[in-house]
């Protein structure tokens, strides 16, 4: 079965510490994985792909597919990262995600 | 300019009414969705339209009904809507695959 899991509802660290936010996936095929973001009160966006192999704000998120991961990586939180964190893969259907249910990721100054 | 708006944002009715929940996206995206946030921020997708075309549908009560006039437009319509509709309603656009660009979020209260 398709899932994704993200094992921390929530994950607190203080300014400036490294932060990780992880993700696992069960899947038999190659997905394609993704990282949302959800700030306070703002739209839901696209933070990152795994196809890009790009930062964005510092991010980055490598697809390991021994370990089915694909954890959201900073070494140095920063305030504004406080957000609620999705990770998502698209597997047999391009259009249809498979959501994670979420990690409310909370900087502490 | 919003890339992808909807309308209402906020949206309080009582149990048994119908209203409408409309979305507009200005990207020239051939792809939107409809997707329902609950209280504990879980996201479900509930349809995605391909120009104009319904490429999936969710088991959702049929009192959802999506209507897309043109490639740019899908509209949410609820009847006989109940407690457990209230939620929000996050609209999204894109052109090949993944969702890219969401909507603003529109905030329903069933009362």
């Known amino acids: 079965a398709q899932r994704v899991t993200q094992p921390e509802k929530l994950l607190s660290v203080f300014k400036g510490a490294p932060v990780e936010l992880k993700c696992n996936y069960s899947?038999?095929?190659?997905?394609?994985l993704f990282w949302y973001v959800q700030y306070s009160r703002q739209r839901l966006q696209l933070l990152l792909r795994?196809?890009?192999?790009?930062s964005i704000k510092g991010f980055t998120a490598d697809l390991n597919k021994g370990e089915t991961s694909f954890h959201l990586k900073k070494p140095f939180a920063q305030e504004e990262d406080s957000a609620m964190y999705y990770c998502?893969?698209?597997?047999?259907?391009?259009?249809?995600?498979?959501w994670g249910a979420g990690t409310k990721l909370i900087i502490k100054p | 300019d919003t890339a992808v708006s909807q309308t209402p944002k906020y949206l309080v009715t009582q149990m048994g009414n119908d209203k409408s929940i409309k979305c507009e996206q200005n990207?020239?995206?051939?792809?939107m969705y409809w997707y329902k946030q609950d209280s504990k921020k879980f996201l479900k997708i509930m349809f995605s339209?391909?120009?104009?075309?319904?490429?999936i549908n969710e088991t959702v009560p049929n009192r959802f009904s999506p209507k897309s006039p043109d490639k740019a437009h899908l509209n949410l319509h609820i009847n006989s809507l109940e407690l457990g509709d209230s939620a929000v309603y996050f609209c999204?656009?894109?052109?090949?695959?993944?969702?890219?660009?969401f909507g603003q979020g529109t905030r329903l209260t069933v009362v």
């Open positions: 999204a656009s894109s052109q090949t695959g993944a969702p890219a660009f």
């Open positions: 990207l020239g995206h051939d792809t």
């Open positions: 339209y391909n120009n104009k075309e319904l490429i």
């Open positions: 899947y038999s095929g190659s997905p394609e």
């Open positions: 795994h196809i890009s192999r790009e």
């Open positions: 998502a893969l698209s597997g047999d259907s391009n259009y249809q995600l498979i």
